[in-house]
């Protein structure tokens, strides 16, 4: 796809038989590795009916007493019941209000659509992150370790609800990166833009297909190899109606970190080659210092 710069994004589809990444372009994932994203084929088996019903319904309350809809009333899940960085935020400084939600809690809070959802966005991202490791300057069998165990559903697993308030009058969302390897985002409307060369370029949504942001733990796992990935910055920019029956702007998207447990992998690594991999940093610690950065008013999640 070209964006409305002439620029080029590059487009990919994952071959189900083998699990190859296959890019539109002879040149494709190297391209994709510099942008830090892609775009990606939805698997034309993959409902995402639900997704979108949470999206547009999630922050909305239930009506006491009544037959209600049962993907509203989510605001009522914090960070209380479920743990650091879950549950539902309204934010300040954006116009975004936001769930976040891990695997561990999928079958307890959602509803069982989109709990069977969430697991299916979650088995492709792993199967998208397979793909472009093979295209990577790191061994095999330190795969798994690498990336915190991600591959072994040992990681960290989070499904996230983004609603854009237009009458907020704010930015949609902060300058940021991911934290981990690799979102797997799903967009339909026009608003996301990536720093491209020191520009802000606007990323259109494409029917059928999702966004893949590579995040700062691919960035720094890879810095030294020979096939170095950039974790993209991005943002969104304020979201305005255009007229009153206009429905506000919505995104999700499964993020793959690693696990939080140091008794499952001790933190964050960076490949050097001939040598191995070496400890770079505490993930938990890490991740709460991009997560503050992003969702301040004067600063950024940029690591």
Same mark, same amino acid.
Not at 48 to 76: E, I, K, N, V, W
Not at 172 to 200: A, C, Q, Y
């Given at each position: 796809?070209t964006?409305?710069?002439?620029?080029a994004?590059?487009?990919?589809?994952l071959?189900p038989? /083998?699990?190859? *990444?296959?890019?539109?372009?002879?040149?494709?994932?190297?391209?994709?590795?510099? &942008?830090?994203f !892609?775009?990606?084929?939805?698997?034309p088996?993959?409902?995402?009916?639900?997704? &979108?019903?949470?999206?547009?319904?999630?922050?909305?309350?239930?009506?006491?007493?009544? =037959? =209600?809809d049962?993907?509203?009333?989510?605001a009522?899940?914090?960070?209380?019941?479920?743990?650091?960085?879950?549950? $539902?935020?309204?934010?300040?400084? /954006?116009?975004?209000?936001?769930?976040? *939600?891990?695997?561990?809690?999928?079958?307890?809070v959602?509803?069982?659509? *989109?709990?069977?959802?969430a697991?299916?966005?979650?088995d492709f991202? *792993?199967?998208?992150l397979?793909?472009?490791?093979? $295209?990577?300057?790191?061994p095999?069998?330190?795969? &798994?370790q690498a990336?915190?165990? +991600? %591959?072994?559903?040992?990681?960290t697993?989070?499904?996230? !609800?983004?609603?854009?308030?237009? @009458?907020?009058?704010s930015?949609g969302?902060?300058?940021?990166? /991911?934290?981990?390897?690799?979102? #797997?985002?799903?967009?339909?409307?026009?608003g996301? @833009?990536?720093?491209?060369n020191?520009e802000?370029?606007?990323?259109?949504?494409?029917?059928?297909?999702?966004? #893949?942001?590579?995040g700062c733990?691919?960035?720094? %796992?890879?810095?030294?190899?020979a096939?170095?990935?950039? +974790?993209?910055a991005?943002?969104?920019?304020?979201q305005?109606?255009?007229r009153?029956?206009?429905? /506000?702007? !919505?995104?999700? +998207?499964?993020?793959?970190?690693?696990?939080? &447990?140091e008794?499952?992998?001790p933190? %964050? !690594?960076? $490949?050097?080659?001939?040598?191995?991999?070496? %400890?770079?940093?505490?993930f938990?610690?890490?991740?709460? =210092?991009?997560?503050?950065n992003?969702?301040?008013?004067?600063?950024?999640?940029?690591?």
């Amino acid at each position: 796809m070209t964006n409305t710069n002439g620029h080029a994004w590059q487009k990919a589809q994952l071959r189900p038989r /083998d699990g190859t *990444l296959v890019f539109d372009q002879e040149n494709g994932i190297e391209r994709a590795l510099k &942008d830090g994203f !892609f775009y990606v084929q939805q698997p034309p088996d993959m409902e995402m009916t639900a997704g &979108d019903h949470f999206a547009r319904s999630f922050y909305l309350p239930t009506t006491p007493g009544g =037959d =209600d809809d049962p993907y509203h009333g989510f605001a009522l899940w914090t960070a209380e019941q479920l743990g650091p960085h879950q549950g $539902y935020f309204r934010r300040q400084a /954006d116009q975004t209000e936001q769930f976040f *939600l891990e695997s561990t809690w999928w079958d307890t809070v959602y509803p069982k659509e *989109l709990a069977q959802q969430a697991a299916n966005m979650r088995d492709f991202a *792993l199967a998208i992150l397979r793909g472009v490791l093979n $295209y990577l300057d790191l061994p095999p069998e330190l795969w &798994d370790q690498a990336t915190g165990r +991600a %591959l072994t559903r040992q990681g960290t697993h989070t499904l996230t !609800f983004n609603h854009f308030r237009p @009458e907020v009058k704010s930015r949609g969302l902060n300058i940021h990166k /991911d934290s981990g390897w690799v979102t #797997v985002l799903r967009s339909i409307e026009p608003g996301l @833009e990536v720093e491209s060369n020191g520009e802000w370029r606007p990323i259109d949504p494409e029917p059928g297909e999702f966004i #893949v942001n590579f995040g700062c733990a691919m960035e720094i %796992l890879t810095r030294n190899t020979a096939t170095p990935v950039a +974790a993209v910055a991005h943002r969104v920019v304020e979201q305005r109606k255009a007229r009153p029956d206009q429905h /506000d702007r !919505f995104s999700y +998207a499964l993020f793959v970190d690693s696990s939080l &447990d140091e008794t499952v992998v001790p933190g %964050l !690594f960076r $490949y050097e080659p001939g040598t191995g991999l070496e %400890l770079e940093a505490k993930f938990d610690t890490f991740l709460n =210092d991009i997560l503050h950065n992003t969702y301040q008013q004067h600063t950024t999640g940029l690591y």
